[in-house]
């Protein structure tokens, strides 16, 4: 099973860390709030731990549970502590009328952090396209980007210990329209499906 450290204490962070307690992995929290790291790594149970902030993360793999905004400053901030680690970006860059991408080029949160991290640590983007609500209630497809393979195949073997399907979609530029697959999800749901009970995923026609 994985070690991961969830930096975030909110929604998805719950969601993430739940299930991968119940998927028999390590979980660590951390936060700016140590009151809430403490109150959702007590909730998460398991064994879940809390961590102090911007210190070494006990996890492999690092998800940065936060919005968009804050994801390439925390990575920043943490610097040398996520040396060596695999660093999961689940963000959402949207506008805010959520018709476009809030940085308005082709690149994306997980390639910015990409430059902001320590060398010797990988990226991967993933996540991004699933509700919340859905991955507390289903078992959707997860997508995945990331130039590093060894580090797409951990983070595809903790995805898989969720219960879930991962599926590479390529190389870190891929995270771009990993993100315009958020965007679109996000249209769906207030246009042609009407509500958020669905996730984008793969079906094959082998046949």
Known sequence: MSSITLIGTGNMARAI???????????????????KADGLAEALGGGATAGKWAAVPAGDIVITALLYAGVVPVVAEYGDALAGKVIVDISNPFNATFDGLAHGEET?????????????????KAFNTIFRNVLEDGRPDVFMAGDDAQAKAAVAAFIESLGLRP?????????????????????????????????????EFTG
């Open 17 to 35: 860390g739940t299930l991968a307690v119940a998927g028999g992995n390590t979980v660590e929290v951390m936060g700016r709030d140590q009151t």
């Open 108 to 124: 994306s949160i997980a390639g910015e952090v990409a430059k902001v991290a320590p060398a010797s640590a990988s990226v991967v």
């Open 167 to 203: 599926l590479d979609a390529g190389g870190l530029k891929m995270a771009h329209w990993l993100e315009g697959m958020g965007l679109v999800t996000v249209a769906l749901a207030g246009n042609g499906v009407g509500h958020w009970e669905f996730a984008l995923g793969v079906d």
